[in-house]
């Protein structure tokens, strides 16, 4: 693909515009104000568009000239604003708009057309040497790296950091930013969450952090922040000098529930550390094929058949009756079979290899009878816990039957824990407590739970409590269950002022 055909890809890809409340907020938030002397400052927009960000910032660069006394000349206005646009025909409308605000604002249509030309390069922003800014913001593209066209691609790999290369585009424009912004300046940007979340989000947070950056999340769930509706989750996050003062950020939900993980993590450990297994269910792929009809119980071995279970199953404190069966081609050590040996499931899979080869983890290969995911022996060991990956109320639900869980959910095993304690002790304030510092908030309170999360989530090794703490964990008697519990972990169970 040529280059100019890869740049309008992308640009039908990214280009959602940035809404006037949330400009003013990026904006406010690095200082870029009218009522601050700007006659030092460099405003840095990397990804113009249309220039909903920039305008602002010109905007009010001109007011604080006016309101400080300042001279609106060539030689100090111009190198107060750097903004990059990668697509020719948004730059030149960009361009157009900029001028008519110059005029509007009084500014000689000599200097308007000079300034025009200087404030807005028609080029790619990442593959910039770094200049200086003292203020960025920004709307990056939300972009996966495996949705770039190659050519891009291929581009930015070359020249990038390994570290910003991975999982999002937005996350290669943050670094970038911070290379222009490095002597002590501040950067905003509404930004796609999913990157914070993520495994690449975290080795990107440690380099930010290992520089000498503080992020901070402004606002974890701005309120109608592009000019048009969208379905991808964003969050504004401020990156500022470590050590630099950050002001007009009144401390929110997430950072409560983050500082009350910290501390019980300082005191107890994890779930991972008190010797618990967490697994997400396998996949098996090509939707509900794999779910056993009633009709064909009797057609597949009963070695291959296990309990099922889905969301929809997690009702009460526990499962002991699966409602589903799911056939599996292992046995019951585990190990892949050969269909040849297995005449019931041969003739039964064989009625579904068109469905089963649609899948490309198996298209034009011979194994199209296969799970995408391994079912080993785990599985039947039991009983363990499961929980939804997506939940607006996170809970856990004990498993007696030794099912399979369906992809969409997480199973616990307990290790030394007792189960049913377990269970009770999750249930009672620590899953919130994880749901609220470490989990992507969704639409209308939903959440969404990863692995590792759940592995982060605070619990004391059961072989380390006092005799009198487990027997208080493990009483029927719920005022010394409550006694017991708000004494380990600081809260009444279910109260922990996260709500």
Known sequence: MELHAAIEQLHNRCAIYTSAPTVARLLDLIGWTSNTDLSQAVLLEPCAGEGSILLEGVRRLLHSFRSHGRISSLVDLEPRIRSFELHPGAARSLRRLLRKLLIEENIPSQLADRLVVKWVSERDF???????????????????????????????????????????????????????????????????????????????????????????????????????????????????????????????????????????????????????????????????????????????????????????????????????????????????????????????????????????????????????????????????????????????????????????????????????VLQRVLNSGLLEITAKAEAPALKQGWMRFYKRFLLRTPLPQWSQLSNNGREGLSSDVCEKFEETFEGLFGFVPGATSLA
């Open 126 to 420: 990442l593959l910039e040497k770094p200049g200086r800014a003292t203020h960025v913001a920004a709307n990056p593209p939300y972009v996966r790296w495996k949705n770039l066209p190659a050519i891009l691609a291929g581009l930015y790999r070359e020249t990038l950091p390994a570290v910003s290369t991975r999982g999002d585009l937005s996350v290669a424009f943050l670094n970038k930013m911070q290379e222009w912004a490095s002597d002590g300046g501040s950067i905003a940007a509404l930004t796609s969450d999913r990157w914070m979340f993520a495994q690449y989000g975290d080795s990107f947070l440690q380099d930010t952090k290992s520089r000498g950056w503080t992020i901070t999340v402004a606002d974890e769930r701005p309120s109608d922040p592009f000019m048009k509706t969208v379905g991808a989750y964003s969050a504004i996050v401020l990156l500022t000098p470590s050590g630099k003062p950050v002001h007009q950020l009144p401390s929110n939900k997430r950072e409560k529930a983050q500082a009350m993980q910290r501390e019980l993590l300082a005191r107890h450990g994890s779930l991972h550390d008190a010797g618990c297994t967490v697994r997400v269910g396998p996949a098996l792929g090509a939707g509900r094929t794999f779910i056993l009809d009633t009709d064909d119980v009797a057609e597949v071995e009963d070695e291959l058949i296990r309990p099922f279970l889905e969301r929809k199953d997690l009702v009460g404190s526990a499962v002991d009756t699966a409602r589903l069966r799911v056939v599996v081609p292992y046995d019951r050590r585990g190990v892949l079979i050969d269909p040849a040996e297995w005449p019931g499931f041969k003739t039964w899979v064989s009625r579904r290899r068109e469905a089963l080869s649609k899948r490309s983890q198996f298209r034009g290969k011979d194994q199209y009878w296969r799970t995408i995911d391994a079912v080993p022996t785990l599985w039947s060991t039991g009983p363990k816990l499961l929980m939804p990956e997506l939940c607006n109320e996170p809970f856990v639900t004990i498993d007696r039957t030794q099912a399979i869980p369906a992809h969409s959910l997480y199973a616990i095993w307990p290790g030394e824990w007792p189960i049913d």
